[in-house]
Every structure is written in C-alpha cells, then in structure tokens.
T-cell receptor
Framework: DARVTQTPRHKVTEMGQEVTMRCQPI?????VFWYRQTMMQGLELLAY????????DSGMPKDRFSAEMPDATLATLKIQPSEPRDSAVYFC??????????????FGPGTRLTVL | AQKITQTQPGMFVQEKEAVTLDCTYD???????LFWYKQPSSGEMIFLIY??????QNATEGRYSLNFQKARKSANLVISASQLGDSAMYFC????????????FGPGTRLSVLP
C-alpha cells in the first residue's frame, strides 16, 4: 500500500529555532507539493516540484522558508528562523502528471508544527 | 477573486440520508479538473472523486457522485446514504491545466452526520 510519509508527525519548537520537515513521496511519482493548513487561511500551496526541479514556490515566504528535493525519494521543507505564526499543519503530497492519469494528489499525514 | 467557493461552512445530515455539498469555481481555462477530498478529524486528506472539464457524464464513486454543471461552473458533491464515518471536512479543489499541476482548494465544508 503505497503512501506518502512525513516526518516528524509533531514538532514543538521555540521561536528562532530551525525546523526541518521531511517527505518521502510515493515511488514513481514525479511531482511533489508542500501545503500549509491553518484555520484562518485554509490550505495554501507553498511550493511544488516536478522531476525534482522547483516549478512554483511563490506561496512560500522566501526570507525564512526553503524547499528542496535532494533526490527523488526525499523532499524537505525548512524554516529558519521559525516564528509563532508558522504554527500550522504542513502537508506533503505527490502525484503523477495528468497525462498519466487524472492527476490526483496523494497526501501524507502532515507535520503539526507548534512554534512557541 | 476566489477561484473555489464553498458557501456552506457547516452542514448537518441525518444518518442514511443524502447530502449535497456545494462547490462553485472560476476559471477561463477550457481544460481543468475538479477534485473532492475528505479530511476526517485524524487529519489526513483522502481523495474521493474527480471530474474532468471535458467529461460528458457526472463522475460516480460508490456512494459519492458529482453533480457537474459546467455552464454554471458548479461541481457539487452528493453523498448518498450518509454514515457516521462521513463526518469530516470536505474540500473542493481545481487544477487548471494551463497552469500546471497545482491545485487551488476551497475553504471546506464541515459535515456532521447525526445518528
């Protein structure tokens, strides 16, 4: 049963600390998405990659957030320095291009981040 | 302007009855896809059903069906024979094919199924 995995599932940290979230997409999926979910803003796209290349990171605060795909099995989202307003659930999703199917995204379980 | 509108923040339905969750969208792209996801209290996002803009028939998946009215730009989710386990947040999302694979999500509707 192929699933997107994310670590850690929960993270509590203090303001100013660096936070790194990791995602393992489903094997064979060539697109990876990072979302942030908050009560106020709902689900927001932060960045997405195709074939490990960043295609859109316009939703990401550039001064403190960075996203990378060091290889096809790992995507990372880093916040440095973290702030209380970054508290949210961060989802990773992966998928195939619409030409190879309907293009649905498969979501990981999320990382619940709390910045004190 | 909001690309996806879900006007019902919360809905209640009696167990075993049918319920319709509304979704309207805004796009000038002739090729797009519409998706519904369920998010139970555990937090995971579960894909439910898909409708392509060129699909002639409404999509169905088990107890889920999509009432697709292209001219009105609506893609309402119908859940038949509601079950207690259907209580969750439901999100409508759109992919505009001219703009890549990223989705735009609506604000969601919280469905509560009453015993």
């Amino acid at each position: 049963d192929a699933r997107v995995t994310q670590t850690p599932r929960h993270k509590v940290t203090e303001m100013g600390q660096e936070v790194t979230m990791r995602c393992q997409p489903i094997l064979g999926h060539n697109t990876v998405f990072w979302y942030r979910q908050t009560m106020m803003q709902g689900l927001e796209l932060l960045a997405y990659f195709r074939n490990r290349a960043p295609l859109d990171d316009s939703g990401m605060p550039k001064d403190r957030f960075s996203a990378e795909m060091p290889d096809a099995t790992l995507a990372t989202l880093k916040i440095q320095p973290s702030e209380p307003r970054d508290s949210a659930v961060y989802f990773c999703a992966s998928g195939l291009p619409p030409g190879l199917g309907i293009g649905e995204q498969f979501f990981g379980p999320g990382t619940r981040l709390t910045v004190l | 302007a909001q690309k996806i509108t879900q006007t019902q923040p919360g809905m209640f339905v009696q167990e075993k009855e049918a319920v319709t969750l509304d979704c309207t969208y805004d796009t000038s792209d002739p090729s797009y896809g519409l998706f519904w996801y369920k998010q139970p209290s555990s937090g995971e996002m579960i894909f439910l059903i898909y409708q392509g803009s060129y699909d002639q028939q409404n999509a169905t998946e088990g107890r889920y069906s999509l009432n697709f009215q292209k001219a009105r730009k609506s893609a309402n989710l119908v859940i038949s024979a509601s079950q207690l386990g259907d209580s969750a947040m439901y999100f409508c999302a759109m992919r505009e094919d001219d703009y890549g694979q990223n989705f735009v999500f609506g604000p969601g509707t919280r469905l509560s199924v009453l015993p």
